[in-house]
């Protein structure tokens, strides 16, 4: 099967500070999107970020970053400048034709 | 982007009782997906249809689960005879047309089963 690893369950970072969230995947495909997604405990599911895997560029959308290596199949979230509001489940997401894949989740914790 | 609405947003039911979970895309849509996330568990495939029809699913959509989009605008999924173990948020995913890759969820709907 291929699989979404995210290797931190659990992480927690200081209110103002930088974080970064691991995620390494498997696909036998080159054309994949690769998605950062967050769920409060809404448990509504938020676009975080997204990245096509065609594209070299890193994408990065306001605070939120990601680090792809398409060799290592790596994609890092970073969050910088971290806020009380970024308290969340964080899962990567590998998107094939067909269905998305999910990682088992990282869930962030910012301190004040 | 284009956003998706789910209704309804907390659905509260027998063991027993049939369910329907609603998805309403924007119209030009031609792919659409579900997925479940049982509480404290990881978000899992459920099925995908394209074209008004099935094209693919996983072994937990069975017989008891059904689709159909009956109107060209809502998708639903339909949940015949509910089990405690269907409690779970149901999340409905909408694809571009021409771009099976890319999916964009909606806010999900939280099926409880007494």
């Known amino acids: 099967a291929q699989t979404v690893t995210q290797s931190q369950p659990e992480m927690s970072v200081q209110e103002a500070e930088t974080v970064t969230l691991s995620c390494t995947y498997d696909?036998?495909?080159?054309?994949?999107?690769l998605f950062w997604y967050k769920q409060p405990p809404s448990r509504q599911m938020i676009l975080v970020i997204r990245?096509?895997?065609?594209?070299?560029q890193n994408a990065t959308e306001n605070r939120f970053s990601v680090n792809f290596q398409k060799a290592a199949k790596s994609f890092s979230l970073k969050i910088s400048d971290s806020q009380l509001g970024d308290t969340a489940m964080y899962f990567c997401v590998r998107a094939n034709a067909g269905k998305s894949t999910f990682g088992d989740g990282t869930t962030l914790t910012v301190k004040p | 982007e284009p956003e998706v609405t789910q209704t309804p947003s907390h659905q509260v039911t027998q063991m027993g009782q049939e369910v329907i979970l609603r998805c309403v895309p924007i119209s030009n849509h031609l792919y659409f997906y579900w997925y479940r996330q049982i509480l404290g568990q990881k978000v899992e495939f459920l099925v995908s249809?394209?074209?008004?029809?099935?094209?693919?699913k996983s072994e937990i959509f069975d017989d008891q689960f059904s689709v159909e989009r009956p109107d060209g605008s809502n998708f639903t999924l339909k949940i015949r005879s509910t089990k405690l173990e269907d409690s779970a948020m149901y999340f409905c995913?909408?694809?571009?047309?021409?771009?099976?890759?890319?999916?964009?969820f909606g806010p999900g709907t939280r099926l409880t089963v007494l």
């Open positions: 990245q096509e895997a065609y594209k070299q």
């Open positions: 696909t036998s495909e080159s054309n994949y999107y």
């Open positions: 249809f394209y074209n008004n029809e099935i094209s693919e």
């Open positions: 995913a909408r694809g571009l047309a021409g771009d099976l890759a890319e999916q964009f």
